[in-house]
């Protein structure tokens, strides 16, 4: 039975949401993803290797932690659309829309009668396999998320009459498609590409961005040059991204400002500087020091991520971590324990050390992990991550400094809810914290 839609109620109560693709095959890696906060997961079915038997699988995996699991078929086809809802997509994504007629095809293979032409059979997983609901097809009608993709031309041409349906959830700009479709492929910063995303600024009045890059400040010249030119053309954008803590300077800080940015994620991992060199991050505690003091000098939020349960990770390499992370006071944290995903360097390590046992990976995820340390059990691990979690949050003067900075009841409102799931899932297991309070 799929579960009720949480995505589309954050999104209604004008909650901001994260989410990512997923294109691995993996019900497991979905875990991962759902175990790490994110509010979505995209399913690619189009560019990557994933069947339906395999998505329904990873669709239990996002719902298990509270995670909306959405597809993006294959193409704007009645069919993989009937099978994607069948299996219990919370939401349909459809790729190269560029006509009315295209998005009227899409909401009529999403909709049942008489907003569309769905097929019917209650007796799918979406359905409970039960046809003792008669409210089933309403129900789905409501719940169901509809999101198109814009991503050529014609699509922008033609996308004030594409966004005019109600029945639309989310528009879409693909600018890797888009890029490709002005004959610069992968260039999304070409000006032609941007002139485009401008247009949806100033025609469509989207307002929100997040700049998906894994390290947007790498390039000083190349920051302050998008950041001028979002000024210069009056966007007048709120918008996100992601660094690194050696990335971050003065300059780019003060043009990103200007240009509208309002918070950065930094992947600190560790506050022990052995632990950073063993895992070959390349950054220094002083890096990560200076960089989220410099976003509080220009009043820019931070999210810091750390990360625990490495091979050689102890009780007090941890404590000095959560030590670090309250030290920094960041705006938002979460604290993840290391996964050891198939190919990767500590997967080899782990393995080779019996961290972990190989035969059974799949089910677990960074906040219910598969692996223990050389001195620490899997269950201490989980212990000390719920602590890590509450004594960052509940601290006095975090609590009166996020209050302190509320402007409008509904950013209250938001924050007590999303306060309020962090304790339910931090106490959702069982386990004693009580050594770690020092």
């Given amino acids: 039975m799929r579960k009720k839609n949480q995505l589309k109620r954050k999104i209604a109560h004008g909650d901001y949401v994260i989410g990512t693709w997923c294109t691995l095959p993996s019900p497991s890696v979905i ?69 009315v007629d295209d998005r009227e095809k899409a909401v009529s293979y999403i909709k049942y009668p008489p907003s569309g032409i769905r097929g019917f059979s209650p007796y799918t997983r979406a359905g409970n396999y039960s046809n003792l609901d008669s409210n089933y097809t309403a129900k789905e009608n409501k719940e169901t998320m509809t999101v198109l993709i814009v991503e050529g031309i014609e699509g922008l041409k033609n996308l004030e009459g594409i966004i005019n349906d109600p029945q639309i959830d989310v528009i879409y700009i693909g600018t890797y498609d888009l890029s490709q ?60 991204t992601n660094s690194r803590a050696d990335t971050i300077s003065k ?109 059974n990976i799949y089910g677990y995820d960074y906040s219910k992990p598969l692996i223990k340390t050389r001195y620490l059990s899997t269950e201490e691990l989980v212990s000390m991550r719920k602590w890590a979690l509450l004594s960052f949050y509940l601290r006095p003067h975090y609590i009166i400094k996020t209050i302190a900075s509320i402007r409008s009841p509904k950013v209250l409102i938001n924050y007590v809810r999303a306060g309020l799931q962090l304790l339910c899932k931090t106490f959702s297991a069982q386990s004693n914290v009580s050594d770690l309070r020092e």
């Fill in 31 to 99: 875990n991962v993803l759902g175990a790490s906060g994110l509010d979505f997961v995209i399913i690619d079915m189009e560019h990557g290797p994933t069947d339906f038997v395999t998505a329904e699988d990873m669709i239990r995996s996002a719902e298990s932690e509270e995670c909306s699991p959405l597809i993006r078929v294959p193409s704007n086809n009645e069919s993989d659309i009937l099978r994607a809802l069948d299996i219990g997509a919370h939401g349909i994504i459809v790729p190269n829309i560029e006509s």
């Fill in 181 to 240: 479709a002005i004959g610069k492929p992968g260039k999304v910063n070409h000006i032609q590409v941007k002139e485009e995303l401008e247009e949806c600024v100033k025609k469509y009045n989207i307002k929100n961005f997040f700049f998906r890059a894994d390290t947007f400040t790498w390039d000083e010249k190349w920051v302050i040059e998008i950041c001028k030119l979002i000024i210069e053309r009056k966007l007048q954008t709120r918008w996100g």
């Fill in 251 to 359: 300059e780019r800080l003060e043009w990103m400002k200007r240009a509208g940015c309002w918070i950065i994620g930094f992947g600190i991992e560790s506050g022990d500087q052995k632990s950073l060199d063993l895992m070959k991050k390349k950054t220094t505690l002083e890096d990560a020091n200076t960089s989220i003091l410099l976003c509080k000098e220009y009043g820019i939020k931070t999210y810091t991520l750390f990360l625990i349960g490495l091979p050689w990770d102890n009780r007090e390499t941890i404590k000095k971590t959560i030590k670090f992370a309250r030290h920094l006071d960041g705006d938002y944290i979460d604290i993840n324990i290391a996964y050891p995903l198939p190919g990767t360097e500590m997967f080899e390590m782990a393995k080779k050390e019996n961290l972990f046992n190989e035969t």
